[in-house]
């Protein structure tokens, strides 16, 4: 999947950073668009709700409790309790978590190892180059969700081979982008100066070309995050999510949709909006951020 | 222009070529090899030795990729020993259906999102071009299965005036004459696909009306709608449609999803019940089938860039 794509010069925010450094600018446009902030917030809401929620609102998330099966919403169960009993709720936070987890293990995984592959190849040039980047090619002419079918055929999926395979697939754009800017940045004098004092070819990969990247790469890393949480939501649609009593609210969506006809909305419309808005969320983010690291963008 | 043509056609080659080794690979990837995959879980060690000696998977790797790339180039796409049938003729039985349900939506998508992505850059940072990004936020960040699932509530079981489910006819003509069947399937994957082109096509015009030859129409006394239909939609829509090659494979996971929600009986449907009954020729056919697509699709649309900037070619 593609993230969604550059908004031109649309960084219509006034320059009151003035001579602050680089990254406090960058900084402060970020919390003067008023989307980022509403999306970083609603992040950050997620994330409170799934890990310190637990704390507050007591669930059983492991025995069933049959009797007390798909219950409607009701002040005991403010969610309601699903086929086998689960409250509602308390799985909300549970299985965003796992959702939360997955997706920042696979989008941090593939953007590490698509910055290095990209900078590797950039760096390099000439057939270096073009061997690593037809095999991006190829690999991105084969649908992710083939691939990722394929491969979680073959392996019953658990947490870690999960982040695995998501990343296997998601680490082409990053490494595209990162090989760009290396083409770029190899012929800028400080590149070349480290390698006339003698410093090696990975130093100058590692040490100044990777993090020069860095903009680009912390963009592309929150889109991401998005597009990771709805592969997985999407591999759990397709069966091969990861197996109970563990949860995700892509796993707790295509369940709750066997209930369809049955009228149970709880099930169904709770995990499929906390996806949607979480998307969202790391979607404005990664907009924004793009907005304030690209000088070029800015108004003048 | 044809050292242009040559050097991406060589490209393509090569990636047509690396697609077949990374399927390769994932054939020999499968736990007890292919033996195994096609003779069941509980097969004796003689009977995979004899059917390893049978296909040649004895044979060293190197032979057994050329083998099967031969047969490859012949149109053998393997066999689907479950459902007694070659991979080939599965997926023509297929591939029309999904050719339709992609078609229709992306056609359906590009009329709707071309007009939004030019409203959207004409009025930029007003009412509706914040109203058309929250929708495309939106239809974005929702998984295909759940928009597919909330239309189904809306649409057959809230108001039912639409069917909830696919045509279910083997018959091409037959599914055809059942339109209100596929508008739902059509909306879902076409919702996504706006979603994606209208924001690339809001940024594309916002880009070109800033360009010099956009005063100059304007300076000559070109009308407002003159230049934005003359000028800027021409040019803006070159990279929409270089966009279009690229994604293909996107467009077939929707389609896949798309079809397992509606029960539609495409090229989706077939690899996923392949996936689940581990049929594994009909998993690798539809890849190696889908991978070729991908690569011829992404170098017409560079030819067709080429062809219409000039820019590029000399890039």
């Known amino acids: 999947m593609t993230a ?131 095999v991006v090619d190829a690999l991105l002419a084969v649908p992710a969700l083939f691939l990722l079918l394929f491969l979680s ?21 990053p490494a595209r982008l990162v090989r760009g800017e290396a083409l770029t940045l190899r012929t800028r004098d400080y590149v070349r100066s480290v390698r006339l004092m003698g410093g090696g070819p990975m130093r100058a990969v590692l040490r100044h070309i990777a993090p020069n990247a860095v903009g680009t790469v912390v963009v592309n890393a929150t889109f991401q995050v998005a597009d990771a949480i709805l592969t997985v939501a999407a591999l759990s649609f397709l069966g091969l999510g990861i197996p109970p009593p563990a949860a995700n609210w892509g796993d707790m969506l295509s369940n709750g949709i066997n209930y369809t006809y049955n009228g149970y909305w709880w099930l169904i419309y709770p995990p499929g909006l906390a996806i949607v808005l979480v998307v969202v969320a790391f979607n404005l983010v990664g907009d924004a951020l793009r907005d304030s690291f690209d000088v070029r963008l800015r108004r003048r | 222009m044809t050292g242009f043509i040559a050097r991406r056609l060589a490209q393509s080659i090569v990636v047509v070529l690396l697609v077949t080794v990374i399927v390769f690979i994932l054939l020999h990837l499968l736990p007890g090899g292919p033996a195994r995959a096609q003779l069941g879980p509980r097969v004796t060690a003689v009977a995979i030795a004899n059917f390893n000696h049978e296909m040649g998977y004895d044979r060293s790797v190197p ?97 039912p005036i639409l069917p909830a489910e696919a045509p279910q006819s083997s018959s091409l003509g037959v599914i055809l004459l059942q339109p209100a069947g596929l508008i739902l399937p059509v909306l879902t994957l076409g919702l996504l696909t706006i979603a994606q082109f209208s924001r690339y096509m809001r940024s594309s015009v916002i880009e070109n009306l800033a360009e010099d030859y956009v005063r100059t129409a304007r300076a000559k006394g070109a009308g407002e709608r003159t230049v934005l239909v003359r000028h800027v939609l021409r040019n803006s829509l070159i990279p929409v449609a270089t966009l279009l090659g690229l994604s293909l494979p996107a467009i077939f996971s929707g389609a896949l999803i798309t079809e397992a929600v509606f029960n539609f009986p495409g090229m989706g449907d077939l690899f996923w019940t392949a996936a689940q009954t581990q049929d594994y020729p009909i998993m690798l056919g539809i890849t190696v089938l889908v991978g070729l697509a991908t690569v011829i699709g992404s170098l017409l649309a560079d030819l067709a860039y080429a062809a219409l900037d000039p820019r590029v070619r000399f890039a």
């Open chain 1, 153 to 173: 055929s073959i392996a019953r999926p658990n947490v870690g081979l999960l982040i695995l395979v998501i990343a296997l697939i998601s680490w082409l754009g």
């Open chain 1, 4 to 134: 969604i794509p550059a908004d031109g010069d649309d960084a219509a925010l006034p320059d009151s950073a003035g001579a602050r450094g680089g990254l406090g600018r960058a900084l402060s446009e970020f919390l003067e668009n008023r989307l980022a902030v509403v999306g970083l917030g609603t992040v950050v809401l997620f994330i409170l709700f799934c890990y310190l929620g637990p704390l507050v609102y007591h669930t059983d998330q492991t025995h069933l409790e049959l009797s007390d099966a798909t219950l409607a919403p009701s002040l005991a169960h403010p969610l309601g309790t699903n086929e086998v009993g689960y409250d509602q709720l308390g799985r909300l936070m549970v299985g965003g978590q796992s959702s939360l987890e997955v997706g920042i293990a696979a989008a941090l995984l593939a953007t590490a190892f698509g910055t290095l592959w990209g900078a590797v190849a950039g760096y390099a040039g000439g057939f270096v180059d073009a061997a690593m980047m037809r």
């Open chain 2, 63 to 159: 032979v057994q990729y050329w083998t099967w790339l031969t047969q490859l180039a012949t149109g053998n796409l393997g066999f689907s020993v479950k459902l007694n049938q070659s991979v080939l003729s599965l997926i023509g039985e297929r591939l029309p259906k999904t050719l339709i349900l992609t078609i229709l939506s992306t056609v359906f998508a590009l009329i709707v999102a071309i007009p939004l992505g030019v409203v959207q850059a004409v009025r930029r940072n007003r009412a509706a071009d914040y109203a058309i990004t929250f929708w495309a936020f939106v239809f974005y960040a929702t998984p295909p299965f759940f928009l597919g699932v909330v239309l189904i509530v809306v649409f057959s079981v809230y108001l």
